[in-house]
């Protein structure tokens, strides 16, 4: 097959042919029986809903972190410039008109505390140094989709609307807010979520060592969420993802016959592996970012050769080693 002849089948094949089915899936008694909670603070509400400027200096006092890191106080000439920024929002008929689209889309936010605490379920069981951190939400007016760190999670809900609703983040292409989605959103966080446990070796800048990466990010995000589909842990449709499947061979003999993977130039690695509509290096009717799909398969089929379990795998720091040891054939 010929890359430049544009030949790319797109095969719909039945997902049982796929690494795992999720219907039927149960978490195990030992996750679910960690005594964790979580509740979700809708921090959109105080803001949109102030009354006062008082309302909302108490608000930043109330939440001294997010103030801090997610707001950047220090950014502002004094506190009372960010409260009268903040409290100028609301008045702002669009903005009004986006928080009232996040209350309709978002009316409560049961389903996604109850895929978060599996998901820190999982890391404690796996992790048990793991700490669960404070979880907002907001609308910033596509300011930040998510910003993260070890104590905060702050989830920016209007980036999360419907991919047909009119208001879109104006700073994202189309084949990259489709899925931003409320089916996406649980494994985005948890897999950004991977990177403090995925050890790697910062001397290799290989195509290889991303794909190995983000293989085991997404290995980590599936072993954390095990009842969430493969395309919504990796962001593809389910067309893409069956095309992946079948043409699993032609990908990676593609790979190998342009000796892709020891490539260190960056701008060639993220033709493999950044975000794009398409892997054009391996076909036009490719979906992009396929080398992380490769890689995931190679990680999968180390940890399955090599028996290990997640603590192990994300230990492992040497691309090269996951890779000749997986015994990896399409």
């Known amino acids: 097959m010929n890359r430049n002849s544009g030949i790319f089948l797109l095969i719909l094949i039945l997902f049982c042919a796929c690494k795992q089915d999720k219907e039927g899936c149960v978490i195990s008694e030992k996750v679910s029986g960690i005594p964790l909670e979580l509740t979700i603070e809708r921090l959109e ?12 200096a108490y608000f930043l006092e109330e939440h001294p972190y997010f103030s801090e890191m997610y707001l950047r106080d220090d950014l ?3 506190i009372g410039h960010l409260v009268s920024t903040l409290y100028g929002i609301p008045k702002d008929t669009l903005m009004q008109e986006l928080y009232q689209e996040v209350n309709t889309n978002f009316p409560a936010l049961d389903k996604l505390e109850t895929d978060l605490l599996t998901a820190f379920k999982h890391i404690k069981y796996y992790y048990p140094d793991f700490e669960v951190p404070k979880v907002y939400t907001f609308v910033s007016g596509f300011t930040t989709d998510l910003y ?8 920016g809900l209007d980036y999360f609307l419907p991919s047909d609703h009119r208001f879109q983040p104006p700073d994202l292409p189309k084949y990259m807010t489709d899925r931003y989605n409320r089916d996406h959103l649980v494994p985005m966080i948890v897999t950004a979520i991977s990177s403090r446990y995925n050890k790697t070796d910062l001397g290799d800048n290989s195509l290889l060592a991303e794909m190995i990466f983000y293989g085991k990010a997404y290995h980590f995000t599936q072993a954390m969420l095990p009842c969430t589909s493969e395309e ?3 962001g593809y449709t389910p067309e893409e993802l069956a095309a992946c499947y079948a043409n699993e061979d032609f990908i990676w ?7 892709a993977i020891y490539e ?18 391996i076909s036009p009717d490719a979906p992009g970012r396929v080398g992380r799909w490769v890689g995931w398969n190679i990680v999968d089929a180390y940890a ?9 795998l994300m230990n492992e720091k040497d691309a090269q080693k996951i890779f000749m040891n997986s015994a990896y054939k399409p």
């Open 232 to 234: 919504h842990v990796i």
């Open 304 to 312: 399955e050769e090599k028996d290990l379990d997640l603590v192990q």
């Open 76 to 78: 502002y000439p004094s």
């Open 264 to 281: 260190t130039n960056p701008f060639e690695v993220r033709k493999y592996t950044g975000e794009a509509p398409f892997t054009d290096a």
């Open 253 to 259: 003999t593609q790979l190998i016959e342009q000796e």
């Open 148 to 155: 993260m760190d070890n104590e905060m999670i702050v989830i």
């Open 45 to 56: 509400r105080p803001l949109f809903e102030a009354e006062s400027e008082e309302d909302i």
